[in-house]
């Protein structure tokens, strides 16, 4: 295995952004269902809107330019070419900080919070408080892509967070603080895990203290909270099964999402608006900037990766976060307060913010909220 760590530069072919737009402008469009708009799937008059916008004024290079804007690179680990971005700051003392995304989406998630993070100053933050950051796309998503063929050894959480601890030390970072949102937030905990001498906080969104069904969780609850738990479930309970068809079938979705962008488009909607709340009405299905959406959604098309990126749900990777009491916790949007009661049984939390975001996708609907608390979490770790 090559150490070597190379340059790496997005640099997308202009007759495959042809083929894009040609293949948007003739789709064959299914008919609409009799029902409510969402709660029979992705309304067709908002699909085609969205889809016509994709193809005619949705500006790709804009976006390569924005992350090629970033350092980027890429290098072997553990037989996977892993790319990431390396953005260091310019503040004497900054703390490094590994990020990792979301699923569906990827490095694109973090556009509007890694320059705060880097470079405070010039955004008005106190400087004192900056980040190295290394944001790697996961094996699969985007330019992370698997090799052909594909190795056949699955590509478990603990899998992915021991190549985030050996690219940290490629990097030369000995000690560092972990964020993640999502499958990030699977992941953070979890290479706090195996390397407690190099993590020094772990920081996620959310994802802790959810009950899993284990009884003990709720001792430390009141009758009153139990009940507000419960009726939570029954909406928890709900969604569209995407789930255990993902952990049984995604070859077969798999077909649609490469030969179909508007599948692809579809389904990725589909994802982010249930997250949210589906099916309801008043939830939207763009709760933060449009472009930045149809990034995520182009760089799966444009690197094949919508079918592979669904390795987490087959390989029985996704899931809550682990519980760890090696590194000190934190956590931004995690919930009621019977969230961080549950949490607080396995994990030595230090930091829960309480915050609320309008999506599911935090970094990408509040990045405010994001940056201040990681600044916040971290300033606490001194």
């Known amino acids: 295995m090559s150490v070597e760590i190379r340059p790496f530069r997005i640099e997308i072919a202009q007759e495959d952004l042809d083929h894009l ?11 609409a269902l009799p029902g409510a708009a969402w709660s029979r799937g992705v309304p067709v008059a908002y699909l085609r809107e969205l889809a016509e916008y994709w193809g005619t004024e949705y500006d790709w290079r804009a976006a390569e330019a924005a992350l090629n804007a970033f350092p980027q690179f890429v290098t072997e680990i553990d037989g996977q070419d892993v790319h990431f971005l390396h953005v260091r700051s310019p503040e004497p003392g900054a703390t490094p900080l590994i990020m990792t995304h979301s699923w569906p989406n990827s490095i694109a998630e973090f556009m509007k919070v890694i320059g705060p993070l880097t470079d405070p100053r010039a955004h008005g933050l106190d400087p004192s408080r900056a980040f ?3 944001a790697p796309s996961l094996p699969g998503f ?3 892509r698997f090799p052909e063929p594909a190795d056949e050894r699955p590509w478990s959480i603990e899998r992915v967070a021991r190549a985030w601890a050996e690219l940290m030390s490629r990097l030369g970072y000995d000690r560092y603080g972990a964020h993640g949102n999502d499958a990030g937030a699977v992941v953070t905990p979890r290479l706090a895990a195996i390397a407690p001498e190099h993590v020094i906080g772990a920081h996620i969104t959310a994802g802790l203290g959810i009950p899993t069904g284990d009884p003990a969780q709720l001792d430390v609850l009141t009758e009153e909270e139990r009940a507000g738990l419960a009726a939570q479930a029954e909406w928890w309970a709900g969604g569209s099964g995407y789930g255990p068809y993902l952990s049984s079938r995604p070859q077969t979705l798999a077909y649609g999402f490469a030969d179909s962008p508007v599948t692809l488009l ?13 099916p309801a009405e008043d939830v939207p299905a763009e709760p933060f900037d449009r472009d930045q959406f149809l990034t995520t959604v182009s760089l799966y ?4 990766t919508a079918g592979s990126a669904m ?3 087959y390989e029985g990777a996704a899931g809550l976060p682990i519980d760890q009491d090696l590194v000190p916790t934190g956590v931004s ?13 396995g994990n030595r939390i230090v930091h829960w913010g309480g915050r609320e975001a309008g999506s599911h ?9 994001v940056v201040a608390d990681l600044r916040e979490f971290f300033a606490a770790l001194d």
Do not use: N
């Open 333 to 345: 949007h995690g919930g009621p307060e019977t969230f961080r009661k549950i949490a607080a049984r």
């Open 266 to 278: 579809a389904y990725l909607v589909e994802r982010y608006k249930e997250f949210d709340g589906w």
């Open 132 to 134: 190295h950051v290394v």
């Open 21 to 31: 737009r040609d293949r948007l402008a003739r789709t064959r469009w299914a008919g």
């Open 361 to 369: 996708m935090v970094s990408m609907a509040d990045p405010e909220g």
């Open 142 to 144: 985007g330019f992370s």
């Open 301 to 304: 098309w444009l690197t094949d």
């Open 311 to 313: 390795w987490p749900y």
